[in-house]
């Protein structure tokens, strides 16, 4: 079980929301997502400097309200989204592929604990918000400015292809950081694998893990 806001997430409820993700997973491009970042660990070259030291979690429990990922261009807005009626979560319109939606069931980005934001990879049209997320280089900086002014700046750990029939909740959602703390850490989430047309599906889902290490007031 992971803590957050006084509350507990217990696997279970991490499972169900990753589920519901699955859920739509459909209704995209035709193409394939370039899976070529995908899987990349924390390398540290000989002499090179490396990963920086995580932050303590930030107080307070202000929502998010932008997501940048200077790397990638990405800047965009980011919605609190829920549980639906089958019980996966709620996710940003198609109609809106530049939002970013964060599953305000579980901790807000800075807080402790693993906090969750997804956004759609295409549409049936066009590239969406997380189209490039899979080549995101561990070290990347992401940026989340909460509704309080606060900015809670995040360093990629990693990247991982999670195929639905390996998915393991605790490995995704679970702690990664220092042993017997629980750090501020970051999931993104978006479609990724294979494209299967008769289904209308993905196969699996791109996952980046990173952690807290700075703040702007």
């Known amino acids: 079980m992971t803590r957050a806001g006084g509350r507990l997430f217990p696997v279970l409820t991490w499972t169900l929301v990753l589920l519901g ?12 997502l370039p899976l070529g970042g995908v899987g990349v660990p924390w390398a540290v070259a000989d002499g090179g400097a490396g990963p920086p030291p995580a932050l303590s979690p930030l107080a307070g429990s202000a929502p998010p309200r932008t997501l940048e990922i200077e790397s990638l261009g990405v800047r965009a807005d980011v919605v609190e989204r829920g549980i639906d009626a089958a019980g996966g979560v709620e996710p ?10 964060w599953y305000a069931g579980g901790p807000t980005p800075g807080a402790a604990g693993s ?15 997380f189209h490039a997320l899979s080549t995101v ?23 991982d292809l999670v195929e639905r029939a390996e ?14 703390r629980t ?18 599906s ?15 007031p």
């Open 92 to 101: 940003p319109p198609f109609s809106s592929p530049d939002l970013v939606g």
């Open 167 to 180: 998915f393991d909740a605790e490995r995704v959602y679970g702690p990664q950081g220092r042993p017997g």
């Open 137 to 159: 280089e561990p070290g990347a900086e992401v940026l989340v400015t909460r509704a309080d002014g606060s900015v809670a700046e995040f360093t990629v750990r990693g990247v």
């Open 21 to 32: 993700i699955w859920l739509w997973a459909r209704d995209v491009t035709e193409g394939r």
């Open 183 to 200: 750090d501020a850490e970051l999931r993104l989430i978006t479609c990724g694998g294979t494209f299967d047309r008769e289904r209308g």
């Open 115 to 129: 906090s969750v934001l997804v956004g759609h990879v295409d549409t049936e049209r066009e590239p969406a918000v």
């Open 202 to 216: 993905y196969s699996a889902n791109v996952v980046v893990t990173a952690y807290l290490t700075g703040t702007e």
